[in-house]
């Protein structure tokens, strides 16, 4: 849902896919390569899906959250969410999103790192949060545009990218397809 809220205000036309992929890291692979493996794959397996019926680019999107280089994907339970937000707890981690394009025999990868803080929870806190329901299917068991912003202290980097799809990467990505986003100017300035 995030990443169709942020295509659409990029003024996108688009459809999107439900794609089933294996999404294990594999052995000694860095996070980073693991981000972006992810979105490609998602991205080609988008493409095989959808060159039968069209032949439209495929977008593919992946976001991780690293702490000390481990990477925390969508928590199991609560204890499991209250562990990551400990540990990110008062100081900063890294959240990366990767972008992939595929289309016909092109195919490309953006990664986007972002730095960001949490102020230091009390474990309170971190379970009251839990019982919202909202880090269930969130990478590292928050979600910045939710009421996780109230944890967040700092930020360095894109707060798009830590939703899940950074715009600036995106739409350059999209650029270099040869598809147009809406120009800002057209965007706004209708009567």
Known sequence: PRRRELLQQMGLVFTTLS????????????????????????????????????SLPVLGSDTVVVVDEEIYGKPRDCQHAVDMM??????????????????ESM????????????????????HAYW????PLDKAGAYAIQGLAAQFICDLHGSYSGVMGLPLYETVELLADFGVKCLPVAEKFNKP
């Open 86 to 103: 400990t540990r990110m707890s008062g100081r900063f981690h890294q959240v990366m999103t990767a972008v992939a394009l595929v289309h």
């Open 107 to 126: 195919q490309a990868v953006e990664l986007n790192c972002s730095q960001v803080c949490f102020l230091a929870l009390i474990e309170q806190d971190m």
């Open 131 to 134: 019982q919202t329901g909202e």
């Open 19 to 54: 794609i089933d992929i294996d999404e294990q890291k594999k052995e000694h692979e860095s996070p980073r390569d693991f981000v972006s493996r992810m979105a490609l794959e998602k991205a080609r397996a988008g493409w095989q899906h959808r060159q039968r019926i069209e």
